[in-house]
Every structure is written in C-alpha cells, then in structure tokens.
C-alpha cells in the first residue's frame, strides 16, 4: 500500500485497465479515453491529499467510476460516428 504522494508512473501503471473499464461502463472508445484523462487529471491534482488508506488502484476506480457516471447523467455525451451505408433500392432521390 502506498503511503503519501502518489507518483506519475504510479497513475500510469493503471491507464490501460483504467481504459478498458471506462470502455465498458461508458461503451465508446473515444469517451472512455477522456474519461481516463480526466481520471489521471483529477488524481494528479489531489494527489498529494492521498493518505494512502486504500490501494492507488482502488482510489483511481473510484475517480473513474464518478467521472463516467458524471458523464453518464450528464446528457453531453457525443454522437457515436454512424457509417449509413448504401441507400435501400427504392430510396434513391428524385
């Protein structure tokens, strides 16, 4: 258990599974990895108010999980790119 500040490789050492879990809860790519930033962000900042009490680990989930739930009730979710594909027969324009 880390004790005091935490470090920059100790936030990086979790930015891969920190995105994967993003991905599930939030199910975009492109949103969970800016949610994995704010993540990093937010812990880089109060990192020095870490008391070391939980694993990093354990404190980094528990900033992801209310950055994407945040992000969820939020409504500002972005539009996921749509491939629309060729046009049905019939619905050529006139």
Known sequence: MTTGAVTVE???NHRREL???CHRV???ASEAED???ETMLR???ASGRFEGRSSVRTWLYRIATNICLDEQRSGRRRAHP???GPAPPG???R
Request: charged fraction near 30%.
């Open 19 to 21: 995105s994967g879990y």
């Open 82 to 84: 749509v491939d629309p």
């Open 26 to 28: 939030l199910g975009s």
């Open 35 to 37: 949610a994995v930033q």
């Open 91 to 93: 619905d050529e324009p």
């Open 43 to 45: 812990a880089w900042r």
């Open 10 to 12: 100790d936030l990086e």
